[in-house]
């Protein structure tokens, strides 16, 4: 019976642990802002646009899946709060557990530096970098809270998929003035 109820206890203990999380409420992305058609190896702005529909009482995260090679950053986020987005292995390695990345792919994760509190719009905005291939490219971004210590449980609230086109001319050569003077002699 002793053993009965330590699992009892065990139980009550992860309940009230995702309890918040649960009752956190949604985050919907009610936008996504991002070009059709990139240049190669260009820095470009994503905005994402994310409506709180309830109280939070936890912390945002935010996932993105991109191809390998790209590089993400992200500025922060603003709204109805503002603060940074924090990089963070831990949301990225639940994300990669919970939705394997396929071969040429990975997911990057951020959280936000504090809890959101209250119902409102919120905008985050990231900045990726494509490698130097073109053609036609799947993004899919990925918004959720976190909650616990160290952000020990994560709850995925919603997930859009964005394509884009990287399209650069490779036959371009860009010279230099002194490389232009010396060919037109």
Known sequence: MKAFRQGRSSLRSVCAV??????????DFSSIEAPTRIAPGERFPVTLH????????ACGFLGVL????????AEGYGGYAAGRLDPSRSST???????????????????T???LTGRGAYHADLY?????RN?????????GACEGPAGAVWKELDRREVR?????DAGTVRLSWGQLKALNG
């Open 18 to 27: 995702l309890a918040p999380v649960l009752a956190a409420g949604c985050l």
């Open 50 to 57: 994310v409506m709180a529909d309830s109280d939070q009482t």
């Open 66 to 73: 991109t191809p390998s090679a790209w590089s993400v950053a």
């Open 93 to 111: 390695a639940w994300l990669e557990f919970n939705d394997p990345a396929q071969e040429g792919c990975r997911w990057t994760g951020f959280v």
């Open 113 to 115: 530096d504090r809890a």
């Open 128 to 132: 990726l970098v494509p490698d130097d």
């Open 135 to 143: 053609g036609d490219r799947r993004l899919v971004f990925v918004v």
């Open 164 to 168: 884009v086109t990287v399209v650069g």
